[in-house]
């Protein structure tokens, strides 16, 4: 005799129910969800990857051209007559070309292939020089002979040095700032557009949501700044540029960490603006505010980066901070307290930040058609 059983009501076995038991995530399994969502999605994209490739090789190729230049020097050449060559020799920044007389020398410097000719004489020095039209600055600087001179406070860097230090800083973070920024923006409204943002919101909770995005984003914009500072320190290494890397480690180490803050701000500003519109079309008006304050401190940081007054206010000010204090740090005007400072007011007012962005991200997100005003966004 056999017994014949239905599925469900075997001997010992459980109710559907109690085998199909599914729980929601909590709020950090949640966060982390959006976030690796975020990320896979940006790696997947060919832009970004060629952006990012680009941007690298900016950075590689500006290392390798400053180690070229550093490496070989632009030096003047001058056609030197006899017992001037001993004094030419001795000279830097200048390359010797051998004339049997002195009519060799002019007709040399009248054709153009060097700038002046260097012969000797009866002066104190032992030399004159032979220009064509005009005196040749290059040449007399390097022979003119100087004393040994002490500064008492000596210009930590050069001008044109803290030019270019203080363009990378700012161009990097306008760059990374404006690049995820903007896809923060376009990732909230295809969400709203497209009502998916419906689905998402009612497996996990909003500020989930918004947390996921900024931190997936800034996982990512920090990832490439690492990536950057890797590149950039390799190869000044592999340069010989080993003196202006020990200047330039403390400013880059001060940069990352301010740059982590400043784009969380940044990312949850881009967020909440961007979720008071539901058409792509007016993502650029109602984020434009946000675009500006990562523009500002580029452009400030360009014409005002040997104002040192500018310079201060700027390392204060959140927005600015994370390109303003790295270039006093590399200058060595800021006094040891003063990062430690500013970060803390970088900190409080990405505090704050988030929080109202995240009250305009909630109660603007299920709002559709029109778009939403600040008013209405705060007052929900």
């Known amino acids: 005799m056999s017994t014949e059983t239905t599925p469900g009501t075997q001997t010992g076995s459980q109710p559907d129910s109690a085998m199909a038991t599914h729980t929601a995530p909590n709020f950090w399994a949640s966060v982390w969800l959006v976030a690796t969502r975020e990320i896979v999605s940006r790696l997947r994209s060919k832009a970004f990857l060629i952006s990012t490739g680009i941007l690298l090789l900016i950075a590689v190729g500006s290392v390798v051209a400053g180690g070229l230049m550093s490496a070989n020097p632009s030096t003047t050449q001058v056609a030197v007559v006899g017992s001037a060559g001993a004094v030419v020799g001795e000279s830097p920044g200048l390359t010797m070309v051998s004339a049997d007389n002195v009519a060799a020398a002019e007709e040399l410097v009248r054709d153009g292939t060097v700038e002046a000719a260097v012969i000797p004489s009866d002066s104190l020095l032992g030399v004159s020089v032979i220009a064509l039209d005009s005196p040749p600055s290059s040449v007399m600087n390097a022979l003119s002979v100087a004393p040994t001179v002490e500064l008492l406070e000596p210009a930590e860097q050069g001008g044109f040095l803290v030019y270019i230090v203080a363009l990378g800083f700012g161009l990097v973070f306008f760059m990374s700032a404006l690049t995820f920024g903007s896809t923060i923006a376009q990732s909230v409204v295809e969400e709203k557009q497209t009502r998916v943002v419906e689905i998402l919101m009612s497996a996990i909770p909003v500020r989930a949501l918004l947390a996921g995005k900024v931190v997936g984003n800034s996982i990512m914009a920090l990832g490439q700044i690492v990536a950057i500072t890797l590149l950039v ?83 204060y000010v959140p927005f600015s901070a994370p390109v303003g204090m790295p270039v006093r740090i590399f200058l060595g005007s800021a006094e040891w307290w003063e990062p430690v400072l500013a970060l803390g007011i970088l900190a409080v007012t990405t505090a704050e930040v988030i929080v109202v962005g995240s009250r305009i991200y909630r109660n603007s997100l299920l709002r559709m058609g029109g778009r939403v005003t600040i008013k209405q966004a705060l007052r929900g």
């Open 233 to 315: 320190g390799i190869g000044m290494a592999v340069t010989g540029q080993r003196v202006l890397l020990a200047d330039l480690g403390p400013a880059i180490g001060w940069f990352a960490v301010f740059f982590a803050f400043g784009f969380v701000m940044i990312a949850a500003l881009f967020a909440a603006t961007a979720s008071m519109v539901s058409r792509q079309e007016d993502v650029g008006s109602t984020t434009a505010p946000v675009t500006y304050l990562v523009m500002i401190p580029y452009f400030l940081v360009i014409f005002f980066n040997d104002n040192p007054v500018v310079m201060a206010i700027m390392s």
